[in-house]
């Protein structure tokens, strides 16, 4: 098994009411959108911990070092000042409780 931790910025786009509008009206597109329209990840970086045959590797050892990493990513990103963040995780047991762990990073 193994951890795989990602962290990126991107801006966000809040729509306006005509956007939302359109989007609940319009037909389906035929083509992709155009490439301004989509929003780009910026800095992004990943590591990934993969769970060892070894006794001194365990499963929270790996998510240990990627939650770990991921938090002094956001730490040096803001370090000071509050930003929103989005967490994604599948339904492995033990993730929720790695980040409630460690708290708060503001």
Known sequence: MATVGAIYTIE?????PQ?????????????PPAKAET??????RM????LGPT???SEASATDQVFDWLKAQVLQRQPTTPVPLVLLMDGWTTL???????????
């Not at 509008?21 to 083509?31: I, V």
């Not at 790695?98 to 708060?104: E, L, Y």
């Open 47 to 50: 590591k990934a911990q993969l």
């Open 19 to 31: 956007d939302v509008l359109d989007s609940l009206f319009r037909k389906p597109r035929r083509t």
């Open 39 to 44: 929003l780009r990840p910026q800095a992004k």
């Open 55 to 57: 006794a001194q590797r």
């Open 12 to 16: 966000p786009r809040v729509p306006t």
């Open 96 to 106: 929720p409780v790695a980040v409630r762990s460690r708290g708060s990073t503001h």
